[in-house]
RNA sequence: UGAGUAAGUCGGAUGAUCGCAUGUUCAUUUGAGCAUGAGGAAAGUCCGUGCUCCAUAGGGCAGGAUGCUGGAUAACGUCCAGUGGGGGCGACCCUAAGGCUAGUGCAACAGAAAUAUACCGCCUAACUCGUGUUAGGUAAGGGUGGAAAGGUGAGGUAAGAGCUCACCAGCAACUAGGCGACUAGUUGGCUCUGUAAACCCCAUCUGGAGCAAGACCAAGUAGGGACAUAAAAAGGUGGUUGCCCGCUGCCGUCCCAAUGGUAGGUCGCAUGAACCUAUUGGCAACGAUAGGUCAUAGAUAGAUGAUCAUCUAAAACAGAACACGGCUUACAGACUUACUCAUAUC
RNA sequence: CGGGGUGUGGCGCAGUUUGGGAGCGCGCGUGGUUUGGGACCAUGAGGUCGGAGGUUCAAAUCCUCUCACCCCGA
């Protein structure tokens, strides 16, 4: 994972914000959409309302860590933002794990699952 | 041993694997090695500075801030040493603490009366058999209130009253000590409500905005820029933080594909009112001199994480965004030093 | 990062400037009216004035600290 992999510019926020699909569980939201490169770019968002610098930015790195180690079985193509909710704060980083991959599954972004037209 | 007061320190550590940011060396397409990598409050943004820009920052008014004294400091609403007041047996702690005797305002309800007074009461005189009525004196006692015109005691009086005296409190002047806040003493007249975190007066300070400040390079897009004061300088029309004075642009001409400048990039950006050691001035805050140290965070969707093992067990509050000096607020637990009181023993 | 505002019964607000009684509308309870309901009439309950401290005789109001929410600028 390298860093054009991650999406940084307001513009391409704003895009997927609002011109992409959007997939949910208790702990996440997920938004995605295809950006036309040949590589995957992804960007994190964690509000204020999840609690102070120290828990936003630990939510962060933990969600960032998974999302590396991962980062190989996901497929090329696409634009995704994660947002995670407030119960993230009470869970582990094993539930946190799982959590991600259910919402990729739901999505359909791993390498040997279907297309995702968003 | 128990209870307490003050000051200060730490605030998870070590190892292994994967991964991040900056600097540097080697390679120079990918990359590899080494070093370093959040706090005591980084927080709140409550003050003060440095630094940057503003075409008016100049003069005056208004507004704002501070408010016992002396000192420290780049500066401060901070700190130190004192003074007065308050609390504690004590160590010690707290203190927006200038001026209502410059002026104005306000003081609900209660109470007879709220800055002036006579409801009950006390006393005297007249009238009445008498309960009492009328006129006058009084501020001791009662009741109301946060506050009723010094307090306590004695003398005095028809009853009373600083009316007189003693002590105490307060005020003014003088003398002595202290740089000063103030303290001590003497004398005097004889007493003055509270509120300035009410307007205000006095003393001191005060231009505004803020690193997303601002400087440089510069796609797209768009026409823009420079100079001058000639008939008149009077006038008109704009700008200049609230106002006035004052200051200033335009009411002309010329030039240019370059100029200005958005996205984006580079700088600002970390050597600083820095830290350590020694000597030295000062009660202290703090300073002076000499030597030494510095790659020791510097990002821009924003770098410290994940897993395992051991200690003892998972640890509190909490994450730099231009920098610094303070203040305030949050904080699990552990520790150090000095002092006070109580009890017991020697 | 900077600037500004709000917090008062269950809900929406006034009162804060100039300190002394905590109020208004809707809603709620009870009674009346109606065959019954609505509307209407009468009456009643309900508020640590976001929190802590201070000034004052007295604080929703003045001062300091603090918490939450909202808006604006770049």
């Not at 590396?68 to 407030?86: A, C, H, M, T, W």
Request: hydrophobic content about 35%; overall charge positive; charged content about 30%.
């Amino acid at each position: 994972m390298d860093e054009k992999n991650r999406l940084k510019k307001n513009e391409d926020f704003k895009k997927v914000y609002k011109y992409g699909k959007s997939y949910y569980n208790r702990n996440l939201v997920m938004y995605i959409k295809k950006n036309g490169l040949d590589y995957t770019r992804v960007g994190f968002t964690v509000t204020k309302k999840i609690g102070n610098s120290v828990v936003r930015n630990k939510i962060r790195r933990r969600i960032k860590e998974i999302v590396r180690q991962n980062f190989i079985s996901v497929k090329e193509g696409y634009d995704i933002i994660l947002v995670p909710k407030k119960n993230v704060v009470d869970i582990n980083f094993q539930e946190l794990e799982s959590a991600v991959f259910h919402i990729f599954k739901l999505a359909h972004v791993f390498k040997n699952q279907g297309e995702n037209n968003g």
